[in-house]
């Protein structure tokens, strides 16, 4: 069991299967739902080592998040590395560029 750190909250993440075989694994995410399930899944989606990978949400009064990685090569618990990776990637890009351009209006905006 390991530990995803974000600054609001710990979202704690576990396998739900004990097979030996690494290319095929479910983690359960708590605290955690459609937001990143949707995100990672986009992420992961394009990757031709990746056979399938998709998400659920049991139920709306569960907070948790079912993800489920089928690889054609290599590991599973890798692929979830790299794509919530690529995913803060993702997030801090657009925040760095969102904070760019409100500070480019507001400097616009004072000139006139």
């Keep these: 069991m390991s530990f995803y750190h974000s600054k609001e909250k710990i979202s704690q993440l576990a396998e739900t299967e004990s097979s030996n075989d690494e290319k095929k694994k ?3 995410f708590w605290n955690e739902g459609h937001t990143l399930g949707n995100a990672l899944k986009l992420v992961m989606a394009n ?10 949400v049991p139920h709306p009064s569960e907070s ?19 794509g919530l990776e690529d995913v803060v990637k993702m997030c801090d890009h657009m925040l760095t560029t969102f904070d760019n ?3 480019s209006y507001t400097n616009n905006s004072s000139q006139r």
């Design 26 to 28: 479910t983690y359960v």
């Design 47 to 56: 990757d031709p080592k990746i056979n399938f990978c998709g998400y659920t």
């Design 64 to 82: 948790k998040m079912h993800f489920r990685i089928q690889m054609n090569e290599g590991r599973a618990v890798d692929a979830l590395r790299k």
């Design 101 to 103: 351009e409100m500070e």
